[in-house]
């Protein structure tokens, strides 16, 4: 990139990220699906830890079936009013997939460098080990006393709560890159974390137990949707300088 372009991004991005609020009525116009299509391959471009895309972005299409999520999100309008829902469904299972399925792509690539492909093998074995073992039940309660001396390791994909928080955390990042290419399309968002994860993993035949981080309503809003004067933390207060 020139360094001429790096101001004109920035205002472009300073203004899809401001733009980008929690709307939560919509005004029925359906987003094309082309449109929807290129937003939620553009999520998949978000960051994730090992590049492992724990994660599957259900884009619910069907009328009938979008009116069952939407009951599941205890109603709200943002989901009831939106033409588009997306549940984000997140565990340690798609991990261990996606790292085959990296290991296959590593070694059939004729473009990635030796040195690369070396780093990238490493990573895929470190993390099926710790994916794989993590598994074990054993971990869970041995997480939650060891925890206590050694917080850091909840953070990791260890034990079930670690495993389905870690999935969650890495689900976000595609969440909020959804949320800002919508925005760049001029296109509402609502993300949502009011609503029953049994009800909605029934409603997709998810196995009980899965992780839904969150559920993201698409649309366009409505003339009189509530926009709320935006408030955040005193910046010196969030930005802590060492
Ligand atoms: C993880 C998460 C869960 C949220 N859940 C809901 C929700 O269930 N219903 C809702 O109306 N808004 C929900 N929101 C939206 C927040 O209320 C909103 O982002 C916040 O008030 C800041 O407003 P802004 O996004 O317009 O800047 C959620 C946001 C996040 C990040």
């Not at 290129?38 to 492992?52: D, F, H, R, W, Y």
């Not at 943002?78 to 549940?87: D, E, F, G, I, R």
């Not at 070694?107 to 040195?115: A, I, L, P, Q, Y």
């Not at 850091?152 to 870690?166: C, E, F």
Request: proline share 6%; with cysteine.
């Amino acid at each position: 990139m020139q360094k001429q372009d790096i101001p004109l991004s920035w205002a472009a991005f300073q203004d899809v990220n401001r733009r980008r609020r929690a709307i939560r009525d919509f005004d029925g116009q359906l987003i094309p699906d082309e449109q929807v299509r290129a937003l939620l391959s553009e999520a998949t471009q978000a960051p994730s830890s090992g590049n492992l895309q724990p994660y599957r972005l259900h884009w619910i299409r069907d009328a009938g079936v979008r009116a069952r999520i939407a009951t599941a999100c205890n109603g709200q309008r943002a989901a009831s009013s939106a033409p588009t829902l997306v549940v984000i469904e997140a565990s340690r299972e798609i991990a261990l997939d996606t790292a085959a399925l990296q290991l296959n792509f590593i070694e059939g690539s004729n473009d990635m460098t030796e040195r690369g492909k070396n780093y990238h093998r490493g990573q895929m074995r470190m993390f099926g080990r710790v994916l794989r073992l993590g598994s074990w039940p054993i971990w869970t309660p041995l997480v939650s006393i060891v925890g206590l001396f050694k917080p850091s390791l909840s953070l990791l994909p260890i034990g079930h709560l670690g495993s389905r928080a870690w999935a969650a955390r890495n689900a976000a990042f595609a969440a909020q890159t959804l949320m800002l290419a919508a925005s760049a399309s001029g296109i509402d968002s609502c993300p949502m974390e009011g609503f029953s994860a049994p009800k909605i993993a029934q409603v997709l035949g998810l196995p009980r137990g899965t992780v839904i981080p969150v559920v993201i309503a698409l649309g366009y809003r409505a003339p009189e949707a509530r926009v709320d004067v935006k408030w955040r933390r005193p910046i010196a207060d969030v930005i802590v300088e060492h």
